[in-house]
């Protein structure tokens, strides 16, 4: 038996609350897809059952320890989590005749894995309700999993989500999504291997599934804080909190079990004010007080506290005193931040003097396993006063390659730096080895000697890093050091496809936008009309100046298209989604052009490919 399902070594809260009411766990905890490739295999976290070795911070081995634990939990009766088969949970609420399904995790394979140990022990109950606590994929992707698109269209399951889910839910990632995908891969340390010296989790949860990710789209869109909702007997009420986690959000009571479900906006970490892939800043300060309306509004009608990661809290008390701590947590990082910023200090400056809670507040819950007080407060110094410290020597400094190379010629040579680091790498200075080396690498990629010392020293970090997501920024930076470059060669990808679908034709298009090479486009003048028979809406496309320009409806002005294009919108999805090209399209007539060709041939021949070697330790 996996030591997944051992108690954990410790008498703490926290351990006891990580298995209380384990009903069963599926033996082995790995998915596979209908081709039989492993998405999902939580068993690869067995080592997390020794004692913690050098190799890694034992707060955040413990840490991981707590959320590889799976199986279906108990919550209170009626009401169920399937943890450990995802990075979030799936919690199940069982109505008059089935279950409504919260959060259906990334990947339809693990919703389904999931939902089957639950009917497991529960019986065949039928899915009758879908709700959506937040606009982010780990909560929604696995819906097809779980229910069928055909039925819920025709009406038979109500899917429910907070006001603008599906703009957010789509959105997010698209237009900066190579980008982001690439750091991602860092983040969550997809290129490392489980164990000891690899990757051990992140603190909110151990990985994240690579399943099919799917999307069906709200039927019921809660609008207002307050809103109550029945569904299958089963009632719900409502607190939007956008702003917060994910800018679509919403908590909700179940009053007749007493059970709150608080989405991403508690847990058992302090979150991410700025996520290390990339987002959008996130409102430390609003995310205060929504937790503060969100023990206003609850706190005194529940008994037991349900997060979409992690573990329950049990009693009234308790619930109460985590979600006051959790708010404290972000209201002491936005305030504090703000003041020393006021005081003159840079964002740099203040990760430096904010280096730890008050001593009253040192639970572990607020321990800096996925956010940290150093990274989140210099993301809410970036909220206010952007990129600029207001030091005019970094105004307008060298790009890092050319400011390396001339680092390095100041510092006597590549050699030298390089020898004189391993000095300051014996010394334990690792910080600033780091640094040192970083110029000999751009300015010297290929530089053998501190390409090893670089790894070693990234190495070092990441064992010591309290942080998941810092320890796997260190060891994927060693990783990348440690490879050739067409080793490293990784598509970034571009639109999700599954995706593709659920976006509007503006953000379609918007996402060439973005790939446009505007200092080669700045040559051309295209002006392209789009009628889209099914749904039916009629498009504009501007090439000028080195910009494209999507318009709703008409141009503006009597200029005559170069071409009109004729498509339905399921034809134009194809294309995007690399089903088909445009011209195997328009050679199947499922595209029909009217007038100039070339024009469509210009554009698309301007539009770039995101890169597919995206290296982040290297230039």
Same mark, same amino acid.
């Given at each position: ?25 599926? @033996? ?29 911070? &034992? ?65 065949? =109950? ?27 269209? #025709? ?7 907070? #006001? ?12 900066? !999504? ?16 489980? !164990?000891? *010296? ?34 299958? !007997? ?29 989405? *991403? ?50 009693? =009234? ?21 703000? =003041? ?10 203040? #990760? ?6 008050? &001593? ?80 000999? +690498? ?10 090893? +010392? ?20 260190? +060891?994927? !930076? ?52 789009? @009628? ?26 009597? @200029? ?43 554009? +698309? ?6 890169? =597919?070697?995206?290296?982040? #330790?290297?230039?």
């Amino acid at each position: 038996m996996s030591s997944n399902s051992e108690p954990i070594r410790d008498d703490s809260a926290e351990a006891r609350d990580a298995v209380r009411g384990r009903l069963g766990r599926a @033996e082995p905890t790995i998915v596979r897809n209908a081709d039989g490739r492993v998405v999902w295999d939580n068993e690869r976290w067995s080592f997390l059952g020794q004692e913690c070795p050098e190799t890694a911070n &034992p707060s955040l081995w413990r840490q991981s320890r707590l959320n590889a634990v799976d199986g279906l939990f108990e919550v209170v009766p009626g009401v169920y989590q399937v943890r450990g088969f995802d990075v979030s949970n799936m919690t199940l609420v069982e109505g008059q005749r089935g279950v409504v399904v919260v959060d259906p995790l990334i990947s339809e394979e693990c919703a389904a894995a999931g939902l089957a140990l639950y009917r497991a022990h529960r019986g065949e =109950r039928p899915v009758t309700g879908v709700v959506y606590t937040h606009s982010h994929t780990d909560h929604f992707g696995g819906v097809g999993g779980v229910v069928d698109a055909a039925e819920v269209a #025709a009406g038979g399951i109500p899917v429910i989500a907070p #006001a603008g889910f599906m703009e957010h839910a789509v959105s997010e990632n698209v237009v900066a !999504g190579p980008a982001m995908l690439a750091r991602a891969r860092y983040m969550y340390g997809r290129h490392l291997a489980a !164990g000891p *010296e690899g990757a051990i989790g992140f603190g909110l949860g151990q990985a994240t599934s690579t399943g099919r990710v799917g999307l069906i789209a709200p039927t019921e869109v809660v609008e207002r804080t307050g809103a109550e909702l029945v569904v299958d !007997g089963v009632r719900m009420v409502f607190q939007l909190t956008p702003g917060t986690e994910a800018p679509s959000e919403m908590n909700f009571l179940l009053p007749d079990p007493r059970v709150l479900l608080v989405a *991403e906006n508690a847990s058992h970490t302090l979150h991410n004010v700025l996520t290390l892939r990339g987002a959008e800043v996130r409102d430390a300060r609003a995310w205060a007080d929504y937790l503060t309306e969100t023990l206003q509004l609850f706190a005194d009608r529940a008994e037991v506290l349900v997060g979409s990661h992690h573990w329950p809290t049990w009693g =009234r008390a308790e619930l109460t005193r985590f979600l006051s701590e959790q708010r404290d947590a972000y209201a002491y990082l936005h305030d504090q931040t703000v =003041r020393l910023m006021n005081r003159g200090l840079t964002g740099a400056e203040i #990760a430096e003097e904010l280096r730890e809670f008050p &001593p009253s507040l040192a639970a572990r819950h607020v321990g800096g396993y996925y956010g940290s007080l150093s990274h989140n407060s210099k993301a809410v110094y970036q909220r206010y006063m952007g990129w600029f410290d207001g030091n005019p020597a970094h105004l307008w400094q060298l790009p890092p390659a050319e400011a390396a190379q001339r680092y390095v010629d100041f510092m006597g040579g590549a050699d030298r730096v390089v020898a004189k680091a391993g000095d300051s790498f014996e010394a334990g200075d690792l910080r600033w080895v780091a640094e040192v080396l970083g110029h000999v +690498l751009f300015a010297e990629p290929d530089h053998a000697g501190a390409r090893r +010392l670089q790894a070693a020293t990234f190495e070092r970090l990441g064992y010591g890093s309290e942080n998941g997501t810092w320890r796997n920024f260190y +060891l994927s !930076g060693a990783w990348e050091l440690r490879r050739p470059a067409e080793e490293r060669r990784t598509t970034t990808g571009g639109v999700n496809q599954a995706m593709v679908p659920a976006l509007s034709t503006r953000q379609l298009f918007q996402t060439w936008a973005v790939r446009l090479d505007g200092p080669a486009a700045a040559a051309h003048r295209v002006l392209l009309r789009w @009628e889209f028979t099914e749904p039916v809406e009629v498009w504009t496309l501007l090439l000028a100046n080195g910009v494209l320009t999507p318009m709703r409806g008409e141009a503006v002005g009597a @200029e005559r298209p170069d071409a009109v294009l004729r498509l339905d919108r399921a034809a134009f999805d194809r294309v995007l989604s690399g089903g088909t090209t445009f011209p195997d399209a328009i050679a199947a007539g499922e595209v029909t052009v009217e007038g100039d060709t070339a024009a469509l041939t210009t554009l +698309l021949g301007l539009l770039e490919d995101p890169a =597919r070697a995206f290296p982040i #330790a290297l230039p």
